[in-house]
């Protein structure tokens, strides 16, 4: 066999082997996505406080939700109220179970430990139904 034949076998073969390596790592990370989740409308929430505590100097939001059924709401924790694309921000998850029509429940949502001299900013990043959580 010529040297130009082996360099077409050994191409294919890396070819084939970088397929059977890369394709279902591709299909793995394509397929662990998140899954997508139906945007709630029959419910409103909202920051109504946002404060420093002074013994643990953790930031605590206090959350105001009103519709029926239970969820749970994100809080975001960001020292300005719209963040540079690509920042991190904090997070946390306040749980509220069983709101019934037209009365507001509230809970607290505790965030990180803030920098002495910043101004905290909370927010909500969004409400999902307890049902479409995973058990």
């Known amino acids: 066999m010529s040297a130009l034949k082996w360099q077409g076998w050994l191409v294919g073969l890396v070819t084939v082997a970088g397929l059977l390596v890369f394709a ?10 998140e899954p997508p989740r ?4 029959d419910v409103r929430a909202r920051v109504t406080g946002c ?3 002074p ?20 809080v975001e924790f960001r020292d300005r109220e719209h963040a540079e694309p690509g920042t991190r921000v904090a997070q946390a998850l306040v749980k509220i179970p069983g709101m ?36």
């Open 100 to 135: 019934a029509p037209g009365t507001p429940e509230r809970a607290e949502a505790v965030g990180p430990v803030w920098p002495a001299a910043t101004v905290p900013w909370c927010g909500v990043a969004g409400v999902v139904a307890m049902e479409q959580l995973e058990p």
């Open 38 to 41: 139906e945007v709630v409308e």
């Open 55 to 74: 013994a643990s100097r953790r930031v605590a939001a206090m959350v105001e939700a009103t519709g029926q059924g239970s969820y749970v709401v994100t």
């Open 24 to 33: 279902p790592l591709g299909l793995y990370v394509w397929a662990s996505g």
């Open 51 to 53: 404060r420093i505590d």
